[in-house]
Each structure stands twice: as structure tokens, then as C-alpha cells.
Nanobody, 122 residues
Framework: QVQLVESGGGSVQAGGSLRLSCAAS????????MAWFRQAPGKEREGVAS????????YYADSVKGRFTISQDNTKNTVYLHMNSLKPEDTAMYYC???????????????WGQGTQVTVSS
């Protein structure tokens, strides 16, 4: 059973930075891809960034390219989302997810964390 625990959310002003962490346990073949999604009130959940545990080029949504960076520390079984130049439109609940392959389609991810709130004020 894969378990994901997010941390690092909070409230910042526009232009600020946050680092989200996702501590994972119980890796299986169904968790080859680690991803971050976000969901704002009244909006669909969207893929923000993803990376294969084996490495390779990460994926970023156009809305966060150049501002967000996904990274991983396999020795700690932790995935990070470094968020810089935050904008009010980045305000959302951010979720860590694990799945067999990287895609922006939420139903493809079997394992989800509880979410961590990010609020960016103008």
C-alpha cells in the first residue's frame, strides 16, 4: 500500500516562494510516476508537474513552466515541488499522486495524498 503525505503549504504574497514535500512509503509498480496536481474551488483538478522515479525529463503545465520545479530524493523517498514567483492564480489545494505512468489525467493515478493548501495573496 502506497502512502503519500504532503507538507509545506501555506500563505504567501505574490512573488513569493514555497516548497512542497511529498513523503512516500510502500512503493510498488503502480507508483512509477510521481506527480503534483492542484485543484482550486470550483475548478477541475489539473496536473502541475510530474516525474518518473527512474528519472528523465519532467512534465510541467504551461501555467507553471519556468516558475515551478519538481525534484525527488530517492534516498528519502520524497518528491518536492519548488514554487517560485507565485501568483494569486496558483492558489489551490495541492495534491501529491503516484501512478504507473505520467499523465495529466487524474483518474490514472491510484494513490493520492491528503493535500496541502497554498494561498497566494496579491
Amino acid at each position: 500500500q502506497v502512502q503519500l503525505v504532503e507538507s509545506g503549504g501555506g500563505s504567501v504574497q505574490a512573488g513569493g516562494s514555497l516548497r512542497l514535500s511529498c513523503a512516500a512509503s510502500g512503493y510498488t509498480a503502480s507508483s512509477n510516476c510521481m506527480a503534483w496536481f492542484r485543484q482550486a474551488p470550483g475548478k477541475e483538478r489539473e496536473g502541475v508537474a510530474s516525474i518518473y522515479r527512474s528519472g528523465g525529463s519532467p512534465y510541467y503545465a504551461d501555467s507553471v513552466k519556468g516558475r515551478f520545479t519538481i525534484s525527488q530524493d530517492n534516498t528519502k523517498n520524497t518528491v518536492y515541488l519548488h514554487m517560485n514567483s507565485l501568483k494569486p492564480e496558483d492558489t489551490a489545494m495541492y495534491y501529491c499522486a503516484a501512478g504507473s505512468w505520467c499523465t495529466t489525467h487524474p483518474p490514472a493515478f491510484i494513490h493520492w495524498g491528503q493535500g496541502t493548501q497554498v494561498t497566494v495573496s496579491s
